[in-house]
């Protein structure tokens, strides 16, 4: 039986936040003790962890393959941590207190940073600059590679067929920072591609921040899991698409189960880093209404890549819970778990919490330059893709047919669609 969790009063901080700006912080704080927390692990099979940790592991003590201080951030929080800077530096290019950049492409931003953490070059207290890191992923050195020789996140990545989980453990900023959810779908594969240019990885990492998108917005799991089914089958044009169907089958799996018998025999990769399974246990994890510690201490019991797979359910569950999920031992022992110029995002203490003023150029939680769509307007995007897909699968015979079937108002969205970027034919209308 699972214990139940401990209680976590309400800090400070977490009191002069927002719920926003909570889930925004407690998902990248999430991931960030997943990974650190799964360091411990990486690499060991289900049978192995069991063996050593019959109730989990719960607290980070660090260790593992790499010998990790405990509570040192991977490359997984490492990565994540250079796509924040990215959107911090596109953020400040585009201040009006400061003259605009000649480079405004988040996706080439990132892959800066990225060369910079590769290199040694890189703001870490803890690291010496020149010091190289201790943990990268082949598919990543790859990619970094030709990016390196390219200088173009369009031209580089490590090939079709190599579909790892390296460019979806650290996508989550764009689901938090990009306020339009069509830029959410752009950025994501395009930052994906710098190290994975595998479809199933972009396409993995823009579902994945369409449901962080809605997360933070305050949405409801369920339905976040649901708008990204529907990201999956808008951008497969299909519902059986590899990723729509990774996303299907973590509604059909629970964690606690894994956790006790080790990932299901249509997991061939046994968690070991497949994108799509990465996904699926993901979902499966924000879709379990037990606490942010139980699920997160059971999805390293299923074994294999324990970090990253944590790390990745963790940008999920932050998102879902917000920062007071987090338990205080966990964020005491996090590398970036303060604020301050040594914290997480390397910016100064609290951001903002209104978002009707323009956002500080210095804000480490609150990159957004305009405000995101609404819940009920998500809501809308949502049942409209559904209504194209079903015309343009024949799902329904006519766009009266999908407004009827999908509680559309009959007399408006057409209109809709077509401001949506979609214009319906003469015969289906």
Excluded at 91 to 110: G, I, M, N, P, Y
Excluded at 247 to 271: H, Y
Aim: proline share 6%.
């Amino acid at each position: 039986m699972d214990s139940p969790c401990p209680s976590n009063p309400t800090s400070q901080s977490e009191e002069s936040l927002s719920p926003r700006q909570s889930r925004v912080t407690g998902a990248l704080l999430a991931l960030h003790a997943g990974d650190s927390l799964g360091a411990t692990v990486e690499f060991r099979t289900h049978s192995q962890i069991r063996s050593r940790y019959p109730q989990g592991i719960r607290d980070i003590i660090g260790g593992g393959t790499f010998d990790w201080p405990a509570g040192h951030a991977t490359d997984d929080t490492d990565m994540t941590r250079a796509v924040v800077l990215a959107y911090k530096s596109l953020h400040d290019c585009k201040s009006e207190t400061q003259a605009l950049s000649d480079d405004t492409d988040v996706a080439r931003l990132a892959g800066e940073k990225f060369l910079a953490w590769l290199d040694g070059d890189w703001p870490d207290p803890d690291r010496k600059l020149g010091v190289l890191p201790k943990d990268i992923g082949n598919a990543t050195a790859r990619g970094l590679d030709k990016y390196r020789k390219s200088r173009d996140p369009d031209n580089a990545g490590a090939g079709h067929g190599s579909a790892g989980n390296g460019s979806l453990m650290r996508c989550l900023p764009t689901g938090l920072f990009q306020p339009d959810l069509e830029s959410i779908t752009t950025e994501s594969i395009r930052i994906s591609r710098i190290t994975h240019n595998d479809f199933r990885c972009t396409t993995a990492c823009a579902v994945y921040n369409h449901i962080v998108a809605a997360l933070i917005e305050g949405a409801s799991a369920d339905y976040a899991v649901r708008a990204g089914k529907a990201v999956a089958a808008r951008i497969e044009k299909r519902r059986d698409g590899e990723v729509y169907c990774a996303v299907q089958r973590g509604t059909e799996l629970r964690v606690v189960d894994m956790a006790k018998s080790g990932p299901p025999p249509d997991m061939k990769g046994n968690c070991g880093g497949y994108v799509l399974e990465s996904l699926t246990v993901a979902v499966a994890a924000v879709l379990d209404s037990r606490c942010l510690e139980d699920v997160i201490v059971d999805v390293i019991r299923i074994g294999r890549d324990t970090d990253t797979n944590a790390a990745i359910a963790g940008g999920l569950l932050g998102a879902r819970d917000g920062e007071a999920a987090i338990p205080k031992r966990w964020r005491e022992k996090l590398q970036f778990g303060g604020r301050g110029q040594t914290g997480y995002m390397a910016g100064p203490a609290t951001p903002p919490k209104s978002r009707t003023r323009p956002p500080n150029p210095t804000t480490t939680t609150n990159t957004i330059m305009v405000k995101r769509r609404s819940i009920k307007a998500q809501e809308r995007d949502f049942r409209l893709s559904e209504a194209i897909l079903g015309i343009q699968t024949g799902k329904y015979k006519s766009a009266n047919a999908a407004a009827i079937a999908l509680g559309l108002r009959p007399d408006t969205w057409i209109k809709d669609l077509t401001t949506s970027g979609y214009a319906p034919s003469h015969l289906q209308l």
